[in-house]
């Protein structure tokens, strides 16, 4: 057996464990999803305080109800073209931390979309686009009627930002 196949029935046996809820939003004409079980809460965009030194993609911090937590632009972490705040613009609050303590972060993204049921299978494997590509954040391809949805792993999209000790 080759080195390919085994890895992609090493995989097939997996993609039943990412079956389930997600919570859709866009990103330019891009959509995406996260796990639900990762979402904390939606607010409407309010005000960021800038923390200086920070990576472009950190916008700064947030006070919500008494705790400080950091936020992160998804459009500038994912290097899209940064778009003006509207009235549809939201920051959705994740946790993240699997390993270690869980904190809250939250993402600022252009509009959410609506929670979906994605059964294992319509979720594809995240193709392949050669190694100078890193798609390991990507959980995999979700099939909803004729629209893809690109599934994030949230905890490897914000994982090395250090974003930790800010909040």
Do not use: W
């Amino acid at each position: 057996m080759t080195e390919a196949r085994a890895h992609a029935m090493a995989t097939d046996a997996t993609l039943p464990n990412r079956e389930g809820k997600y919570l859709t939003f866009a990103l330019a004409n891009e959509e995406f999803g996260l796990e639900i079980l990762k979402v904390r809460e939606i607010i409407g965009y309010i005000d960021v305080t800038a923390v200086p030194q920070t990576p472009h993609h950190v916008r700064g911090v947030v006070n919500l109800r008494g705790q400080v937590i950091p936020v992160i632009d998804l459009r500038a972490k994912f290097g899209m073209e940064t778009a003006e705040v509207t009235e549809q613009s939201c920051i959705i609050v994740v946790e993240i931390g699997q390993k270690g303590p869980v904190c809250s972060v939250g993402i600022i993204v252009d509009h959410v979309q609506e929670v979906l049921d994605i059964a294992a299978r319509s979720i594809e494997e995240t193709p392949r686009f050669g190694a100078s590509v890193n798609t390991d954040f990507i959980l995999g391809m979700g099939k909803v009627g004729d629209r893809v949805k690109i599934l994030l792993d949230i905890d490897r999209v914000l994982a090395g930002d250090q974003i930790e000790g800010m909040g």
